[in-house]
């Protein structure tokens, strides 16, 4: 009898993200929540390090950006709801599938890169709660991690020449959309450094994802110290 085929998981509704974010700002203090926006790109970060991060590890960072120690029982159906966004990413992911950042135009007077900016500084904090990425060879990586921390003040970068030399020789996304597109094909871009596609029997293997020679196809390494912007 053949396999059913692989379902994606449903992607969460504009109400699972109101919720969500309700249930991150429930959270006590003196705990510092990333709201839903850094969620999302620290999820991302994480799911592009070499080796599978447990649960136990990554959830920490996410419910504190201080790094505090975490309630010893967090409530069910936030866990639920992070780990519906996690699974829907690690199979994009996985499968180099174009996916739909948590990225809000709150204000119309915001530039391209403040707009994005809450979701690149969650992926910068992963990065820095996880670093196994940072550990592979740097010239791969400079091209898309430019992509994504060319929004990024550059004093918040440490320690980082090659990278913002890199990011000097991109061009500023025109506007939104090809800001968000750019941060999605940097994710992209480095999961076939992270996490390489195993080519098909008797098949040729897949070559890298190719970035385009502005801000959605630029990155690298180094590290990044974003303010975090706490609770919404």
Partial sequence: MPQAPHRPPESLSEADLERLQTLLDALPAPLEPLDVSMADGYLCGVLLQPEPVPLAQWLPPLLDSEGRPTPARVDDELLALLRRRHKELNVAIAGRQWFDPWIFELDEVDSPSETVLPWVAGFAHALDAH???????????????????????????EDADALLEEIESLEPPA?????????????LMLADVSRPLKPAPGAAGRGPVTGRRTAAGHAGPGRSRPKQTGRR
């Fill in 175 to 187: 506007d939104l959309e090809a800001a968000v597109e750019g941060l999605v094909s940097a994710v």
């Fill in 131 to 157: 670093p196994a990425l940072m550990d592979l060879p740097e010239e791969p990586l400079l091209e898309p991690l430019a992509a994504i921390y060319l929004h990024l003040d550059p004093d918040d970068l």
